[in-house]
């Protein structure tokens, strides 16, 4: 996988995140729906440097889809979902890193799979699941 | 005068640099990411031996510590590095504070230190390593806020 490419999954991916925490925060209580807001601004910020990058590199932005394929039935589904994005996302800034050698690329993957990990805690804690961690944030599962 | 927690665990990462080798033995000059390893090695076993010394001293913290401790051992394995000869498995207790939730609130600010000194360590290293570098740094930072 080339930086590009990385880069461009990953805005992909952003894209898709916005969509789906604002159906997911809708089946969540006030005061948890906070926090998918919270991180609703998380990656509409990560969109944005995504987008930044792409531009700087001259390529094209993929834009966001007018729907995704996202159905949420009631707050388990919510937050499960909300914990799928992001250890999806992590998986993304994680391979971010193995794609470039740019520091500044590197330090931005880094970061994302430092913000990814912490959510992930976030949405664990919030749905009682036990461990809240794991041991290599990002590192896709072995088929 | 009692030294103070900087002191206590800049002296203990001393000990650690002195002490703690990654698995193979190096034959030759050490590569770039041979160094980056062993440096991440030793924030890794300054970790395991806070887990350590706040097992021992906060047996009730056992449930929620154990967890984030086998991760750090996970990441020392993946590192290549061998655990420290079992004299040296603990740090002074002093660095955990005298009550459990002092305890958490020191390991949360190491876990948090360690983060950025391996996300410090991924825009030099090795695409492989690199990425392990990203995973160890994660896991830290969530490990702080487990903790929070």
């Known amino acids: ?143 | 005068m009692q030294p103070s927690r900087r002191q206590l665990l800049s002296g203990a990462a001393v000990g650690l640099a002195a002490a703690c080798t990654p698995d193979k033995p190096v034959a030759k000059t050490p590569s770039k990411d041979d160094r980056l390893r062993e440096e991440a090695a030793i924030r890794e076993e300054a970790l395991l031996r806070l887990y350590a010394a706040a097992l021992i001293a906060f047996p009730a913290l056992t449930a929620e510590l154990q967890p984030l401790q086998a991760q750090h051992v996970e990441h020392r394995t993946a590192l290549g590095a061998q655990p420290l000869p079992s004299a040296i498995t603990r740090a002074d207790p002093r660095l955990l504070g005298r009550t459990p939730a002092e305890a958490r609130r020191n390991l949360a600010a190491l876990e948090k230190g360690t983060a950025d000194g391996h996300a410090a360590a991924v825009p030099s290293a090795g695409r492989p390593l690199a990425q392990v570098l990203a995973s160890l740094s994660a896991c830290e930072a969530a490990h702080a806020e487990a903790l929070r």
């Open chain 1, 1 to 143: 996988m080339s930086e590009e490419g990385a880069l461009t999954d990953l805005l992909a991916a952003e894209h898709a995140a916005i969509y789906g925490y604002g159906v997911l925060g809708a089946r969540l209580d006030d005061k948890t729906r906070e926090l998918a807001l919270r991180a609703c601004d998380a990656h509409r910020s990560s969109r944005n440097v995504l987008d930044t990058a792409l531009r700087a590199r001259s390529l094209t932005p993929p834009t966001t889809a007018a729907s995704y394929d996202v159905v949420v039935t009631g707050r388990a589904d919510a937050l499960q979902l909300a914990q799928r994005i992001e250890t999806d996302l992590g998986v993304l800034w994680r391979d971010l890193v193995g794609t470039t050698d740019d520091p500044a690329l590197r330090a931005l993957g880094a970061k994302g799979l430092q913000a990814s990990a912490v959510q992930v805690v976030v949405w664990r804690r919030v749905a009682h699941l036990r461990p809240l961690t794991e041991a290599f944030p990002g590192q896709a599962s072995p088929r």
